[in-house]
């Protein structure tokens, strides 16, 4: 890769500060150089206090700060458009608590390299461990279809159809070319719909890169369940399967087969795995799902 091409390290946070200090010293420490660029989703504990210190201390932070906390979505949204739209080359994604490996935008770049650029793939993607070091189930990438050439594949690099916000690279031209994470989807699901969008929609080849690690600092390592979640979360799930209502429907009959089928095992976790409010659980899981006929958001587009 040209190293005069400019890479924006673009982090979402909102009331994490001592995890957003973390992932942002380490950002500054990587061995290829980027600038980092926060979006604070109207935080309430001091972090644009300490936002405003940092970037007079260090011209490589820069941040803005939402009236309003727009969830992921909005907050990714938000930050590749002012990535793009001001020239950075690359677009490097992740939420406050994803801390990467001093070499891990390194590793993402010598793969760009290995592609022959930012016109050969749309985005390469880093392996996520958790704190123990172990893979992070949540962040695991969906492999593709597609076999990987064995040259790629002896190089770490495998082709996959998803991802998810934790350690993604975008060049610039695959924004451009395929627009914005959707806004409308606030919490869960904006990244999976935005990398089948470039992968599986539009039919862009895409890559874990093995070299290249993070760790996602989250309290536990483990998958969602709206059966066994705690009923203070239950919003977080209607509004996924809402979300994943569009999504699959992007893809005809085998997307919506698919979707179907997972909301069938959710309904039969609820059924065998809830220990309570068991209807209150169904409710949800429906009224996602009758949402999510009705759904139809806009993709923005960067001019």
Not at 138 to 159: I, K
Request: net charge positive; glycine share 8%.
């Amino acid at each position: 890769m040209d190293s005069s091409k400019k890479v924006a390290a673009v982090v979402v946070t909102r009331d994490r500060l001592a995890l957003l200090q973390e992932c942002v010293a380490r950002l500054l420490a990587q061995t290829r150089p980027c600038d980092v660029l926060v979006i604070d989703n109207a935080s309430v504990d001091g972090t644009d206090r300490w936002l405003a210190q940092c970037a007079a201390a260090e011209p490589r932070v820069r941040y803005r700060r939402l009236a309003n906390n727009t969830g992921g979505a909005g907050g990714f949204n938000s930050g590749m458009r002012w990535a793009v739209e001001g020239g950075w080359d690359y677009v490097w994604l992740m939420d406050d608590d994803c801390m990467p490996s001093p070499d891990a935008l390194e590793k993402l770049l010598d793969a760009d390299g290995l592609l022959g650029g930012p016109d050969h793939y749309g985005f390469v993607s880093s392996l996520v461990l958790w704190t123990d070091g172990n893979p992070c189930v949540m962040n695991r990438q969906r492999p593709s279809r597609e076999q990987t050439p064995p040259a790629l594949a002896d190089s770490g690099v495998v082709r996959v159809d998803q991802a998810t916000f934790v350690s993604l690279l975008f060049p610039a031209a695959t924004v451009r070319t395929f627009g914005l994470p959707i806004r409308e989807y606030f919490i869960w699901g904006d990244d999976i719909e935005y990398t089948r969008r470039v992968a599986v929609r539009g039919g862009r080849a895409c890559y874990l890169v093995r070299d290249s690690v993070v760790t996602h600092a989250m309290a536990r390592n483990g998958g969602s369940n709206v059966a066994t979640d705690g009923l203070a979360r239950l919003e977080r799930y209607r509004i996924s399967f809402r979300n994943e209502s569009y999504t699959y429907r992007q893809e005809g009959l085998r997307g919506v087969v698919h979707y179907l089928a997972r909301c069938a095992r959710s309904a039969w976790w609820i059924l065998t795995r809830a220990r309570n409010h068991r209807l209150w659980r169904l409710w949800t899981l429906a009224k996602g799902m009758a949402q999510g006929l009705v759904f139809r958001p806009k993709i923005e587009y960067i001019r």
